[in-house]
């Protein structure tokens, strides 16, 4: 069993873990933000013909040669093309056609111009400048030609994705079935939402705090409630819980106290510890294994340490599991906004938020930096690291940092 592993090379050994996958078709209606199971592709042009972007008249550029506010060119109109009807008859040379935004440009046409350019009757279009050939049309495609990529196979099916598959008549859209995650809170000081608060005891936050960070990248977490510090009993429940699950979360019991049980009841179950323990702080208390290949993660029973620990190391194998090809957290540098007072023996894990000033980019703490504080993960969009070994930092110090 491996024991304080560096924080990089615990996440890479969770990510390179097997990550089965199931697909189905979902309606179209029903794809927002699931995640697409294949690339697709375009089938149709968008536009799928060449039309006209408003209300005007389409005619020959050519004709037009030498029209000016004096002298302007004079053409007969030989139809109205409203939206969605096909044009009856070729555009010839002295010859226009009176046409509403979106219809479909006649052919022989290669120009339009909007109608308050113009003066007109009810026979004839005045056009009082040069128009050249290939002026104010939407030629077919120019938006999206077949064959381009619409979404990529991994990629979140966002609002604009679902426009392209509905300009395409994609009805459903093959994604990537959820997987299930059972969440289990383990310890004897716990008591349930709804439940009156006994005396020195705490209310189990970590089981809806976990399952709300899987749910947000497309996990179907279970709540599976929380279970006194027995190893049996603890191992009965993650029995039951990877029997119906892709994988299990625990938190509590992954420390080395008298009342810490995960490791003893991981083991009970027969299950391959992959590690236990990572060099980080807060975080750092954590245990992975794998059992009937599903993976068993055991987390912090500190909330803020516990969300730490899935987000630095555990959050990429579960994006992975989820199906998504962005898995890991973009890597940004910025300045440190305030003065960090600390030595940082183990890697240092900062919750803050980013800031942009006069072009610089900030990270500033954003509270109490606790295992325990849960009210800096508000506002925390930035884990900011420390590397082992380093002294107090100045404000201004530049430390990398992952969007989260």
């Not at 679902?162 to 995650?181: D, T, Y």
Request: aromatic share 6%; proline share 7%; with cysteine.
């Amino acid at each position: 069993m491996l024991r304080n592993l560096d924080t990089d090379v615990a996440c890479r050994l969770l990510f390179e873990q097997e990550a089965a996958h199931q697909t189905e078709a979902v309606r179209l209606g029903d794809a927002l933000l699931r995640i697409s199971a294949q690339s697709v592709y375009a089938k149709i042009p968008i536009p799928p013909f060449d039309r006209s972007p408003y209300d005007g008249y389409a005619f020959r550029g050519e004709d037009t040669q030498g029209a000016v506010s004096g002298a302007p060119a004079v053409l007969s109109i030989i139809e109205e093309i409203p939206a969605g009807t096909e044009p009856r008859y070729k555009i010839a040379p002295g010859q226009a056609a009176k046409i509403l935004t979106g219809a479909p440009i006649p052919k022989g046409a290669n120009a339009t111009i909007k109608y308050e350019s113009t003066k007109f009757t009810s026979d004839n279009v005045r056009i009082f400048e040069e128009v050249a050939p290939n002026t104010d049309i939407v030629y077919a495609g120019a938006d999206v030609m077949p064959g381009n990529t619409l979404a990529s196979k991994g990629s979140i099916i966002t609002a604009p994705i679902i426009s392209a598959f509905a300009n395409q008549g994609f009805g459903s859209v093959e994604v990537f079935a959820k997987p299930v995650i059972s969440v289990i809170s383990t310890g004897s000081e716990l008591c349930e939402i709804g439940e009156a608060l006994r005396p020195s005891a705490i209310y189990n936050s970590n089981a809806h705090t976990i399952s709300a960070y899987l749910s947000d990248v497309g996990a179907v977490a279970v709540n599976c409630g929380s279970i006194p510090d027995e190893p049996e009993l603890i191992s009965e429940r993650i029995r039951s819980a990877l029997d119906k699950s892709d994988m299990v979360i625990t938190t509590g019991g992954a420390s080395v106290g008298d009342y810490d049980w995960a490791v003893d009841a991981t083991r009970k179950l027969g299950a391959k510890i992959l590690f236990w323990k990572a060099s980080m702080r807060p975080g750092g208390s954590i245990l992975a294994a794998v059992c009937d290949g599903k993976l068993i993660l055991g987390l912090s029973g500190n909330p803020a340490a516990a969300v730490i620990g899935l987000l630095r190391i555990g959050m990429p194998y579960i994006k992975k599991l989820c199906g998504r090809a962005d898995c890991f957290f973009p890597e940004i540098s910025v300045a440190l906004r305030d003065a960090l007072g600390k030595d940082s023996p183990k890697m240092r894990i900062l919750r803050g938020f980013l800031e942009v000033e006069n072009g610089v980019a900030y990270f500033a703490q954003s509270g109490s930096q606790g295992s325990e504080a849960v009210s800096s993960l508000a506002k925390c969009d930035l884990l900011g690291e420390i590397p082992p070994g380093s002294p107090p930092l100045p404000a201004g110090a530049i430390i990398k940092a992952y969007r989260i």
